[in-house]
């Protein structure tokens, strides 16, 4: 994902930089990486591009990939519940990324002993570390108790997300040339730390069953604290915490002023349709690979391996749009994002139906191909949409206003998995009966045709232009002088370090 020009888009100084090397080719390979990451880290601040790393790439990448694979073993094994009851419990403990703009909100104007951002990575990282040990520790907790506690531990994720989200919107309107760059950054830590933790998931859960997977996950949680412990912040004295509810107010105004200009309100509707209309039962395809005696029986091991597998295609999407497809207008790349959806889905019809056997193809490479191809595309309709995402953030609510647009997202998804658990119950799609389930994925197929449809919503731009007016962009919320005296850094264990990333 690193290069000259379209496959490195840099400020002036930054390509100099990497023009000035050799152009070997196997040296290029192996050097871009590193030449494209010293340049973030020197346009952007190392302490952006670290913070970044921790929370994308251990928090959501590894420790999401644990949690995935962990909680569906969970529930299936020792809560013992059905695919559709597992697929509605998946969208409760999503509720917390639903919420996302009150975090936001929280960071954006309230600030705790003066501090925007370093009590609220505090305070994730206590939470996750608390949700974690209690679900992991008690052997049989009632699903209520299980489900509080996922939910908290997710909770505990989306804070640390939203604070980053801010700062990452925040340096995307600083640096509008470097937007696709930092959201590549984004997706390349999420995907290369799901790689790792998909890969040894299912060998966690083989080895200490899935309330051990659980305990693992205070790891990522102390690092989000660790991460609030080393937050070097500005604080801000003699706040006017009187002018809260003022503070507020403007804030509700400017997300509502903003959200009723037609170049925001059409792309948020897009993006909560393209993922409802999606729907999800996942759920229904995990209990048929590994319990159905017509399926594959896929062992724990298994699992985990395809989960890794698909996430290198997740990375080669990453990887795709930054090399070749960053440049292109958003209408584009979801259009045919959403036609080669729709193809891929065809795989699973094949996978159900047995089809991929009668051509002699076994089961395992069979997947690997359906969960690479799957998360390649998924990762390029998800990377305009968040390229498009920061762009919509006016001045002053960056927080608030990405969490909001997040939230959409995961409003759609909650959708997506909730309408796709009453498609598998309604279908007697159950722990023993998959006699209906290939209908299930032929009906999920044929609903992905329809965001086509909606693409007119999409703006006509490509990443590299505004989509807001001036106007927008620059509303305010907070004091101006605040705002602008506010240095977030991490401070380096060693003093060196501080100096040289300087």
């Not at 909680?71 to 998946?90: G, I, N, R």
């Not at 108790?145 to 996922?150: G, I, P, V, Y």
């Not at 139906?353 to 990762?379: C, E, H, M, T």
Request: proline share 4%; with cysteine.
């Amino acid at each position: 994902m690193m290069g000259e020009e379209e496959r490195l888009p840099t400020q002036r100084d930054g390509a100099e930089e990497i023009h000035s090397k050799p152009e070997n080719g196997a040296r290029t390979c192996v050097c871009g990486p590193i030449y494209w990451f010293r340049m973030l880290a020197k346009e952007l601040h190392w302490s952006f591009v670290f913070g970044v790393v921790i929370v994308y790439g251990m928090s959501q990448g590894l420790g999401g990939a644990l949690a995935m694979v962990g909680t569906e073993y969970y529930m299936k094994d020792v809560q013992k519940v059905q695919p559709s009851d597992a697929q509605f419990y998946s969208g409760i403990t999503s509720i917390p990324w639903i919420v996302k703009p009150i975090w936001g909100l929280l960071t954006d104007v309230v600030p705790v002993f003066g501090f925007h951002r370093k009590p609220y990575f505090l305070f994730a990282g206590f939470m996750g570390v608390f949700a974690m040990l209690f679900v992991s520790t008690h052997k049989e907790v009632h699903i209520v108790l299980a489900l509080l506690s996922l939910t908290a531990g997710s909770a505990s994720v989306a804070i640390a997300d939203v604070t980053v989200d801010a700062c990452v919107a925040q340096k995307s309107g600083i640096h509008p040339s470097l937007a696709a760059d930092i959201q590549s950054l984004c997706a390349l830590s999420a995907a290369i730390g799901s790689l790792v933790g998909f890969s040894f998931s299912g060998i966690f859960v083989h080895l200490i069953g899935p309330q051990g997977v659980f305990g693992l996950l205070t790891i990522p949680a102390w690092l989000v604290l660790l991460v609030g412990l080393l937050l070097k912040e500005n604080r801000i004295s003699n706040f006017p915490y009187e002018q809260m509810n003022q503070n507020f107010l403007k804030a509700g105004k400017s997300m509502w002023k903003t959200l009723k200009c037609p170049e925001v309100w059409r792309p948020c509707l897009y993006m909560y349709l393209s993922f409802s209309l999606s729907l999800s039962i996942s759920e229904g395809m995990f209990y048929w690979a590994t319990d159905s005696k017509d399926g594959p029986s896929f062992s724990k091991e298994i699992i985990g391996y395809v989960m890794a597998i698909g996430s290198i295609g997740s990375l080669l999407g990453a990887i795709l749009y930054q090399y070749g497809l960053k440049n292109c207008p958003f209408r584009d790349i979801l259009m045919w994002a959403q036609i080669l959806s729709c193809l891929s889905g065809m795989l699973d019809l094949a996978l159900v139906l047995r089809w991929n056997l009668k051509l002699g193809i076994p089961d395992y490479f069979f997947v690997v191909i359906d969960a690479s191809v799957s998360q390649l595309i998924g990762r390029l309709k998800w990377m305009p949409l968040l390229v498009m995402s920061s762009k919509l953030c006016p001045a002053g609510i960056e927080g608030t206003f990405f969490a909001l647009l997040m939230s959409i997202d995961n409003f759609g998804l909650l959708t997506s998995s909730w309408f796709g658990g009453l498609l598998l119950r309604v279908l007697k799609v159950t722990r023993t009966e998959f006699g209906n389930l290939w209908v299930a994925v032929l009906v999920r197929n044929l609903l992905r045709i329809s965001p086509l449809f909606l693409l007119f919503l999409v703006p006509k731009g490509d990443p590299n232009s505004a989509i807001l007016s001036d106007e927008v962009l620059n509303l305010k919320v907070v004091d101006e002088e605040n705002r602008e005296s506010e240095n977030v850094e991490l401070v380096s264990l060693v003093r060196s370090s501080d100096s040289d990333g300087r």
